[in-house]
C-alpha cells in the first residue's frame, strides 16, 4: 500500500515537473518570441527613421538647389538690369546724336562751297571764322557725348562702320576705301552712322595693255 502511494506521489511530481517544464519552455517560447517581436518593432522603427531622415536630406537637397536657383536668377536679373541703366545712360540720346549730325553735314557744306576768292573779303573771313568756331563746338559736344568720326579713308572696307556707294579704278590694293562721300560716326561703341565710300577696284593691267595695243592699231 505504501509502495503505491509512493509511486503515486512520485508520478503526481514527476506530473508536476512536467507541467513546470512545459510552463518553462513555453514561458522561454513566449519570452524569445517578445524579444523578437521588440526586436522587429525596434527594427521597423528604425527603418521608419531612416526613412524619415532620408526623406529630410531629400527635401533639404531640393530646397537648396530651389534657393540657389533663385539667387542665380536674382543676380542675372541685378545684372540686366544694371546693363539696361547703363545702356540708357550711354545710348539713350543716340536718336537725338544722329539727327544732330546732319546739322554738321550741312555746316561743313557751307563752309567747302565758299569760293576762294570770297575768302579774301574781310566779312567773308569773319563769317568763315565764325562757322568754323560753330563747328569745333559742335563736334565737341558730340565728342563728350561719346560720338566720333569713323577713320574710313585709306583703311581696308568693313561692311559692319562702312557702306560702299561706288567701286573707283586704283592700282592699289583693292577693297580700300579712298574716297569719302558721307562721314560715319559711332557712340561709344555702337555704329551710329556708317560711312559712304567708294572702294578701290584693281585695274587689270593686262587689260590695259591690250587696250593700248588696240589703240595703237588703229592709228596705224
Not at 122 to 149: A, R
Request: charged share 40%.
Amino acid at each position: 500500500m505504501n509502495e503505491k502511494n509512493e509511486k503515486s506521489d512520485q508520478e503526481n511530481v514527476d506530473n508536476v515537473k512536467e507541467d513546470n517544464l512545459e510552463a518553462n519552455q513555453e514561458n522561454q517560447i513566449d519570452k524569445e518570441s517578445n524579444v523578437e517581436n521588440v526586436e522587429n518593432d525596434e527594427k521597423v522603427e528604425e527603418n521608419d527613421q531612416n526613412s524619415t531622415i532620408s526623406d529630410l536630406e531629400k527635401n533639404l537637397e531640393q530646397l537648396k538647389d530651389e534657393k540657389l536657383r533663385l539667387l542665380a536668377d536674382m543676380e542675372n536679373l541685378r545684372k540686366r538690369s544694371e546693363k539696361e541703366r547703363s545702356d540708357s545712360l550711354k545710348y539713350g540720346s543716340a536718336n537725338l546724336a544722329r539727327e544732330m549730325l546732319s546739322v554738321g553735314d550741312n555746316l561743313s557744306r557751307a563752309l567747302d562751297n565758299i569760293p576762294e576768292d570770297g575768302k579774301d573779303n574781310e566779312h567773308i573771313s569773319n563769317l568763315i571764322d565764325g562757322l568754323k568756331m560753330v563747328q569745333k563746338e559742335f563736334f565737341s559736344i558730340l565728342e563728350k557725348n561719346g560720338v566720333e568720326k569713323i577713320d574710313a579713308l585709306n583703311k581696308k572696307f568693313d561692311h559692319n562702320y562702312h557702306q560702299a556707294m561706288m567701286e573707283i579704278d586704283s592700282e592699289e590694293q583693292e577693297g580700300i576705301v579712298i574716297k569719302e562721300i558721307q562721314t560715319g560716326y559711332i557712340m561709344h561703341d555702337r555704329l551710329l552712322r556708317p560711312t559712304m565710300a567708294g572702294i578701290s577696284k584693281k585695274v587689270e593691267k593686262t587689260k590695259e595693255v591690250s587696250d593700248d595695243t588696240d589703240k595703237k592699231n588703229e592709228k596705224k
